[in-house]
């Protein structure tokens, strides 16, 4: 079956303009995360959904940073006034539902910020 | 606040050897332990985890792990390693009761023939 699939695999943008990044979960999967991964480290946890509530939003690092699940399948990642800092690899997971089940992640979109 | 340490940045190893990565963890309450893998040009992919039970975990590909509450450790081991190992290898934790995954930064295996 389709795994996660993210669009647009890549991104270039300018300082101060408005990117989504989109996320398409495994078929039936009620839990959605999204990660940032920079150069060198390992993915770091932005937000939690679990179908369409974000559960756990403490990891979006600022206002600027927003995401939606709005019918408990594909979601959305806003980023506002981009800034340079924001370029990384953003990463989407999808798993059944509780912390325990495996995570199945997407090939992630490359998010460049010039 | 709970924090992944993944001690080795960079693990290089010749084929056939064995091989240990090493992954402490800090956090006060229990938590889930799992190991990823990220081949290159690929997405992570899950390795092997640990719930709960037995302290050692086998996982895909012939890697196991064993998880130390004493030393809050989770190193992941293989008896003999291949070239199609080389990859980066992340160790991560989920605080029991919660969904925050946080990760380690990563170590890269490379395998030499």
């Known amino acids: 079956g389709a795994g996660v699939s993210q669009t647009p695999s890549n991104k270039v943008t300018e300082k101060g303009k408005y990117v989504e990044l989109r996320c398409d979960p495994i078929s039936g999967h009620t839990a959605l995360y999204w990660y940032r991964q920079s150069l060198g480290q390992g993915p770091e946890f932005l937000i939690y959904f679990q179908g369409t509530g974000a559960a756990d939003d403490s990891g979006l690092p600022n206002d600027r940073f927003f995401a939606v699940r709005p019918e408990g399948s594909v979601s959305t990642l806003k980023i506002q006034r981009t800034e340079r800092g924001d370029s990384a690899v953003y990463l989407c997971?999808?798993?059944?539902?509780?912390?325990?089940?495996?995570?199945?992640f997407g090939p992630g979109t490359r998010l460049l910020v010039l | 606040a709970q924090s992944v340490t993944q001690l080795d940045s960079q693990v290089p190893v010749f084929e056939e050897a064995p091989v240990e990565l090493r992954c402490n963890y800090s956090s006060s309450v229990s938590v889930y332990l799992f190991w990823y893998v990220q081949y290159p040009n690929q997405g992570l992919q899950l390795l092997l985890k640990?719930?709960?039970?037995?302290?050692l975990v086998k996982g895909i590909n012939g890697f196991e792990a064993e998880f130390n509450k004493s030393q809050t450790s989770f190193h992941l081991r293989k008896p003999s390693v291949h070239i199609s190992d080389t990859a980066e290898y992340f160790c991560a934790v989920i605080l029991t009761g919660g969904f925050k995954t946080i990760f380690g930064a990563g170590t890269r295996l490379f395998v030499k023939a």
């Open positions: 640990y719930l709960s039970g037995s302290t």
């Open positions: 997971a999808s798993s059944l539902g509780e912390p325990q089940e495996t995570q199945y």
